[in-house]
């Protein structure tokens, strides 16, 4: 079983990280890595790091119980020089699940998390549906990791307000990464210039994406999601969580929608439904939608949905599509952003690798959407890495469509979850990895806020991740 993580950095405080063009702001840059077994029996798990020339650096094998998980710190676990920016392969006797973040904790606030791909999920063609270029101060960058162990020729094209702009990364060695930039490619910088981008290889390819500042002198806020294969791509897409003006954060969201079939979607057939109380919200695209191309359902923007809406979105097309969704709010003074990708289908049971209880600010929110056609309670089991564990079950049905939030675990049972074994209060302070499980298909986020169940926030940017069926 082998993880692919296309970006995978280092930066040693105070010396900066990333000095080539299309990288991330400021100084500071480092990444860490959550892997979780997932299979019946002890796992060997290895990772190796690969710089942009192919260069190999070991760092370590670790033995891991099913269910637990280890973290595979870049500037502890990796022999790698300061500066360092690459990608990085994980391998497994047993099945894994496992997950990126990037951060500039210790020189500011910024973070994101991303899925790594499945070494059976890469493909010669992958896409994104989001593409900034400076629109509104932000900008997209993308990382291409060669998933294969020839060289592999890339090519990128953007798609911008209707004009199509190439670049091409010939010769990539295996097992590394390219940077793909929007302004390397000639799309034009400013408000209003969103889009999609779709990358192709004469080998396979993975991909993740990473939102950021334009530029800051240090990166306040990061968001980061995985790329998208055709097998990603359903006629019914789920998004666990969609909100508007939700909370003292006046948390936002928005739904970007890409066409990745062979023909153009007319106006009307995209049929985006918000469910939420006082739902359903049902919007529908004003505008065609090429294939390769995407279409945005912004809360802010969409007419009749009130303030204060919290619930989960459901996406239907005649055509296959993917879609990311960013979420945004404001913690003292700063946006606090995050992006998740859509999921085409789920399972019974889906594998979380990392979830915070921490006692100084930082939790995570699991949000759990039915994606099945009848109701379902739904079952969360914790496993802490010191050992201890905690299960609780819903104490009603989610309706088909619907979703529902677990978080602050320590302070369970609550009007929605009752506590099947364990002690809710032994779990302050913990690292977990959950599977999530019901009798109904689930597509499941973790989300995890700095602003906790104890103690003060700690300020830094929210991120969130896919569960893995």
């Not at 790698?80 to 047993?94: I, T």
């Not at 973070?111 to 791909?117: H, I, L, N, V």
């Not at 945004?328 to 019974?348: I, L, M």
Request: glycine share 14%; charged share 10%.
């Amino acid at each position: 079983m082998k993880k692919i993580f296309p970006i995978f950095v280092l930066a040693i405080l105070l010396v900066v990280a990333v000095s080539v063009v299309g990288a991330l702001p400021g100084s500071g840059w480092k990444s860490g890595q959550q892997v979780q077994n997932v299979g019946g029996s002890s796992a060997q798990v290895v990772l190796t790091a690969y710089d942009t020339g192919g260069t190999a650096y070991a760092c370590g094998t670790e033995n891991v119980a099913p269910g637990a998980s280890v973290t595979y710190l870049t500037d502890v676990n990796c022999p790698v020089p300061a500066g360092f920016l690459g990608s990085a392969v994980v391998s497994a006797d047993q099945p894994i699940a496992a997950i990126v973040n990037v951060n500039n904790r210790g020189t500011g606030s910024a973070a994101g998390q991303y899925q790594g791909t499945d070494g059976a999920d890469v493909a010669t063609s992958i896409s994104f549906p989001l593409v900034k270029n400076d629109h509104n101060g932000r900008t997209t960058t993308f990382y291409v990791q060669n998933a294969s162990n020839s060289n592999n020729d890339i090519s990128a094209v953007f798609s911008v307000g209707g004009v199509t702009y190439n670049l091409n990364k010939p010769g990539v060695p295996a097992n590394a990464m390219v940077i793909i930039s929007p302004t390397d490619a000639g799309v034009p910088s400013g408000f209003g210039n969103v889009g999609s981008l779709n990358v192709t290889g004469t080998q396979p390819l993975a991909g993740s994406s990473l939102e950021h500042q334009t530029s800051a002198p240090v990166g306040q806020n990061l968001q980061a999601s995985k790329a998208f294969t055709a097998a990603d791509g359903a006629t019914d897409v789920f998004c666990p969580l969609y909100r508007k003006n939700h909370t003292v954060r006046n948390q936002t969201t928005g739904a970007q929608v890409q066409n990745v079939g062979g023909a153009a979607i007319p106006v009307g057939d995209i049929v985006f439904t918000i469910n939420a109380p006082g739902g359903p919200f049902v919007y529908n695209n004003t505008a065609a939608v090429a294939p390769g191309d995407s279409y945005t359902f912004f809360a802010g923007t969409l007419a009749g949905l009130p303030d204060g809406t919290v619930g989960s979105a459901t996406i239907s097309s005649p055509q296959p599509v993917v879609a990311v969704v960013n979420d945004k709010g404001t913690q003292s003074g700063v946006d606090r952003v995050t992006t998740y990708a859509c999921f085409g289908s789920g399972g019974t049971s889906v594998n979380v690798p990392l979830a915070k209880e921490f006692a100084g600010g930082n939790t995570t929110g699991i949000q759990v959407q039915n994606i099945g056609g009848a109701g379902t309670q739904v079952t969360l089991e914790y496993k802490a890495t010191n050992g201890k564990s905690l299960t609780v079950k819903s104490k009603g049905s989610v309706a088909p469509g619907s979703s529902i939030t677990s978080w602050g675990i320590s302070n369970y049972p609550n009007a929605e979850w009752d506590v099947v074994s364990g002690t809710p209060g032994d779990m302050i302070g913990t690292v977990n990895g959950v599977v999530v499980s019901g009798s109904a298909d689930l597509a499941v986020i973790a989300n995890e806020s700095s602003n906790g169940t104890h103690g003060a926030a700690s300020n830094q940017d929210t991120k969130n991740y896919e569960g893995f069926n």
